[in-house]
């Protein structure tokens, strides 16, 4: 069975959402097959690579609310993050364009590393001083830090076109699905979920997916 992530690593909900997801999965008993891959999706397209803020700025011009209500949104979600045992920084991180981080993580599913990059890439952007934006040599060491290698990573950071079909492929499939934000979660193309739900909601819909899945195998092999 196949479960499919929509996100984006400027998107602390989905930082949140994807442990919330891999507890109910470690908890599932058919767990070994299923298959998760992971889709792209910006929540800021178009955004140009040196155009970096903090994330209050972007906050405060985006949502329209106060730099305070910003602030107590960045605790609410830190407190989040730590209830899955993630750290997330409330102060000082910032906000750019995810694109080229994206185009690595298709090179990286080339490989087998998606997981792997997705995962450092949410931490160094949600829990680690050095920015993540604008910097080609941070990503790289990022990608070489899943297993990838540096050179592939450099030729594919140095080529806007390198996997940007793939990238946009994802997109316009979430739209397609009815996705208008992320975390979205499709399993086996039969439900879908939205949002960084609780784990418990993540393992009702697995099962759910699962019973569909298999009910028009039953019978069919010994």
């Known amino acids: 069975m196949r479960v499919e992530i929509w996100s984006d690593i400027a998107c ?15 908890d599932f008993p ?3 097959r299923v298959e998760v891959v992971h889709r792209s999706f910006e929540l800021d397209p178009g955004r140009a690579k040196d155009d970096v ?18 602030q107590a949104g ?9 209830a899955e045992g993630l750290a997330y920084r409330t102060r000082g991180r910032d906000h750019g364009s995810t694109f080229d981080m994206h185009r690595l ?3 990286a599913e080339e490989h087998g590393r998606q997981g792997e990059l997705l995962q450092i890439l949410y931490t160094a952007n949600f829990a680690e001083e050095r ?27 140095a080529d806007p076109d390198a996997y940007a079909d793939a990238v946009r492929a994802d ?5 397609q699905l009815g996705a208008t934000g992320v975390p979205f979660f499709v399993l086996d193309r039969r439900y879908g979920v939205s ?5 418990e909601v993540f393992a009702q819909a697995l099962a759910q997916a699962w019973d569909e899945h298999e009910k028009p195998q039953a019978g069919a092999h010994s």
């Open 12 to 26: 602390p909900w989905c930082y949140v959402g994807k442990a919330r997801f891999e507890r109910a999965l470690a």
């Open 30 to 32: 058919h767990r070994d």
């Open 53 to 70: 803020q903090p994330v209050l700025t972007m906050l405060t011009k985006k949502y329209g609310m106060s730099e305070a209500q910003a």
């Open 74 to 82: 960045e605790e609410n979600l830190a407190a989040q993050a730590a």
């Open 105 to 107: 993580l298709h090179l």
């Open 131 to 157: 920015s993540v934006y604008a910097d080609d040599e941070r990503l790289v060491e990022l990608a070489v830090a899943a297993g990838l290698d540096a050179d592939d990573a450099r030729r594919v950071l």
């Open 171 to 175: 997109e316009r499939e979430a739209a």
């Open 195 to 199: 949002g960084a739900q609780p784990a």
